[in-house]
């Protein structure tokens, strides 16, 4: 059974700082690009930050230079670690497995993020 579990969210205020984990289980993790979503109330899900197999990443232009996507394979654990929050930053995050050029693909349950004063 495969699992993916987020955790790390929570209330946090406008300039303030989290760190969101998403464990892996029932996967070859290593063989996986890993993605973190978010879903804000009202809007569309939407890529945050992205990460191959190979550790190369890639960021959305709203989070580029606050956010840091990583990944420990011998862990299983896919991490994003979010500075300088803003109102804007409020969402649920997901985590997001997948196999590039396949329908092989897993999501977590997500974990909220609330940025407020």
């Known amino acids: 059974q495969v699992q993916l579990v987020e955790s790390g969210g929570g209330l946090v205020q406008p300039g303030g700082s989290l760190r969101l984990s998403c464990v892996a289980s029932g996967i070859a993790f290593s063989s996986y690009a890993m993605n973190w979503y978010r879903q804000a109330p009202g809007k569309q899900r939407e890529l945050v930050a992205v990460?191959?197999?190979?550790?190369?990443?890639n960021y959305a232009d709203s989070v580029k230079g606050r956010f840091t996507i990583s990944r420990d394979n011998t862990k299983n654990t896919l991490s994003l670690q979010m500075n300088n929050l803003k109102p804007e930053d409020t969402a649920v995050y997901y985590c997001?497995?997948?196999?590039?050029?396949?329908?092989?693909?897993?999501w977590g349950q997500g974990t909220q993020v609330t940025v407020s004063s």
């Open positions: 990460i191959t197999r190979g550790g190369r990443t």
């Open positions: 997001h497995a997948y196999i590039i050029g396949t329908a092989d693909n897993y």
